[in-house]
C-alpha cells in the first residue's frame, strides 16, 4: 500500500542536541512538506520542498533545517537554535499538475518532547 | 499566519444528529480543503471545493463555499460516534501546493 511513513513515532531531546525527523513516502509525489502542530491548534508550515534538491522556507523555519536528495525522502532537523521544539510534527506529500487541486497525504506524525 | 478561523472551537451532540463546523479565511483562494483527525493522528483528507464551485457532497459530507463572503462551511449528516475528531479547513491560495490551517473543531459524538 502506497503512503507516508514518519518515524520515529516519539522522540526526546536533550538540551544542546540537534534530532532528526524521518518521513518517507511511496506515493511518487513531487512535493512534500513538514507541519508542527502545538496542542489545540492547527498547522503551521515549517519548511517545504516542491521538487529534488530545492525547498523553501515556511512560516516557522527558524530553528529547523530540511534536505531534499531523493523523491521519496524529506527529514526534518530540528536543531539546538530551536528552544520551543516540544510539539507533533506532521509530514505530507502531495502530488503535483493534475490540475486545479490536490490533496495532501499526511503521514501519522512524531511527538518531540524535551528531557 | 493562520488565515483560516474556525467556529466553533468544540462541538459535542449525540449520535444520529447533524453537526456544522463554519471556516472563515481572509485573502482568494484555488480551492478549500476539510481535514479530519484522529486523537494522535496525521490529518486524512475530506473533500475539496474550488473557488468556482458553491456546494460538494461526498457521503454524508455536505461542504458549501460562499466566495464573496469567504467563508465555508461543513455539515456531517446523522452523525456516528466514530466521528468523533478534530476537523480543520485549510486553504489552498498559490501555486506551490501550500495550505494554510484553521485551528480546528472538535468535534464529539456521544453514542
Known amino acids: 500500500d502506497g503512503g507516508i511513513t514518519q518515524s520515529p513515532k516519539y522522540l526526546f531531546r536533550k538540551e544542546g542536541q540537534n534530532v532528526t525527523l524521518s518521513c518517507e513516502q511511496n506515493?511518487?509525489?513531487?512535493?512534500m512538506y513538514w507541519y508542527r502542530q502545538d496542542p489545540g491548534q492547527g498547522l503551521r508550515l515549517i519548511y517545504y520542498?516542491?521538487?529534488?534538491?530545492?525547498?523553501q522556507k515556511g512560516d516557522i523555519a527558524e530553528g529547523y533545517s530540511v534536505s531534499r536528495e531523493k523523491k521519496e525522502s524529506f527529514p526534518l532537523t530540528v536543531t539546538s537554535a530551536q528552544k520551543n521544539p516540544t510539539a507533533f510534527y506532521l509530514c505530507?506529500?502531495?502530488?503535483?499538475?493534475?490540475?486545479?487541486?490536490?490533496?495532501?497525504?499526511f503521514g501519522d506524525g512524531t511527538r518531540l518532547s524535551i528531557l | 499566519s493562520q488565515q483560516g478561523e474556525e467556529d466553533p472551537q468544540a462541538l459535542s451532540i449525540q449520535e444520529g444528529e447533524n453537526a456544522t463546523m463554519n471556516c472563515s479565511y481572509k485573502?482568494?483562494?484555488?480551492?478549500l480543503q476539510w481535514y479530519r483527525q484522529n486523537s494522535g493522528r496525521g490529518l486524512v483528507h475530506l473533500i475539496l471545493?474550488?473557488?468556482?464551485?458553491r456546494e460538494k457532497h461526498s457521503g454524508r459530507l455536505r461542504v458549501t463555499l460562499d466566495t464573496s463572503k469567504k467563508s465555508s462551511s461543513l455539515l456531517i449528516t446523522a452523525s456516528r460516534a466514530a466521528d468523533t475528531a478534530s476537523y480543520f479547513c485549510?486553504?489552498?491560495?498559490?501555486?506551490?501546493?501550500?495550505?494554510?490551517f484553521g485551528q480546528g473543531t472538535t468535534l464529539q459524538v456521544k453514542p
Open positions: 505530507a506529500s502531495k502530488k503535483t499538475g493534475g490540475g486545479s487541486g490536490q490533496p495532501q497525504h
Open positions: 506515493l511518487n509525489h513531487d512535493a
Open positions: 520542498s516542491q521538487i529534488v534538491n530545492d525547498f
Open positions: 485573502t482568494s483562494i484555488n480551492n
Open positions: 471545493i474550488r473557488s468556482n464551485e
Open positions: 485549510a486553504t489552498d491560495a498559490g501555486n506551490t501546493g501550500k495550505l494554510i
